[in-house]
């Protein structure tokens, strides 16, 4: 007599968003499994292996206090130029590597969405996640700069772990509207490469972002922190140097309004595609 095989059916969870945060609770051992995949193959067969994420910054910021604060002679506030320009450095390389990353996921990962079940929303998490040893990495070589250029440890430092999960939120929206569109869109992965460059010098990362104010004006200052990356750059300056890199409230506000916007519509968008991707990828 032949036995009846369960079937179990998925629908679409309802709701504007449509997040199921109880099943991506379920596939917690796999999202850690793919962060681990995407951290071994970044550095897999490489000659320098991690010491890469050493490099990169360290290398930026070189050449930032040469042109920047050694030919163009941006005022640094009194802080050492190397440290303001790492401590600026940090959040946005961060950022940059997730957003290549988790933009790339979820064709990246074609042969496992094609085959099996899981929340897809896992992939673009993991890949932003990913980011993380880089991150502690430059963390360390920043408190040996601090330590080198006699930078004073101060309270505000309590507040950069904050810092960077806003961070990782705001690569988290960025990617989750690029994962999905990149299913549909190969241009996608061409398109980044060149937003994160221009995003580098579009960000305060060479200079104070209250340059913009003194030699273009308020409106300009305004139309600027249109870069959600703005606001938390300056926020994390803040919690490395101090105040005077104040007043740094109006953009980090900002920042915020605009990464709930876009991860709250990315989330829609993702939802809406998720179905097919399968299919396309």
Not at 5 to 29: Q, Y
Not at 243 to 265: C, E, R, Y
């Amino acid at each position: 007599m032949p036995v009846d095989t369960p079937e179990r059916i998925l629908r679409p969870r309802r709701g504007l968003v449509g997040v199921d945060f109880a099943e991506l609770w379920r596939f917690r051992e796999l999202f850690g499994f793919l962060a681990w995949r995407d951290i071994v193959v970044r550095y897999k067969q490489t000659y320098l292996g991690v010491a890469w994420a050493v490099l990169q910054p360290v290398l930026t910021t070189l050449i930032f206090s040469l042109i920047f604060g050694g030919l163009a002679r941006f005022d640094s506030k009194g802080a050492p130029y190397v440290v303001m320009t790492f401590a600026a450095l940090l959040p946005w390389q961060f950022f940059a590597n997730a957003l290549t990353e988790s933009s790339n996921s979820l064709v990246a990962s074609a042969r496992i969405i094609s085959k099996v079940y899981f929340p897809r929303l896992i992939v673009p998490c993991s890949a932003v996640l990913s980011g993380i040893v880089d991150v502690l990495v430059s963390l360390v070589l920043l408190v040996g700069l601090m330590i080198w250029k006699g930078v004073a440890f101060r309270p505000h430092l309590l507040l950069l772990p904050i810092v960077l999960a806003l961070c990782f939120v705001t690569a988290l929206a960025a990617g989750v509207w690029l994962s999905a569109l990149n299913v549909r869109y190969r241009d996608v992965k061409y398109i980044v490469p060149f937003f994160t460059r221009v995003g580098l010098y579009a960000t305060p990362v060479g200079f104070a972002s209250t340059l913009i104010l003194d030699r273009f004006g308020q409106g300009w200052f305004a139309l600027y922190y249109l870069n959600p990356m703005t606001g938390l750059v300056d926020a994390f300056r803040w919690c490395v140097l101090g105040d005077q890199f104040m007043p740094w409230w109006p953009g980090f506000a900002a920042s915020l309004v605009l990464v709930v916007i876009m991860l709250a519509t990315g989330l829609i968008y993702f939802r809406s595609t998720e179905r097919s991707f399968a299919d396309i990828v």
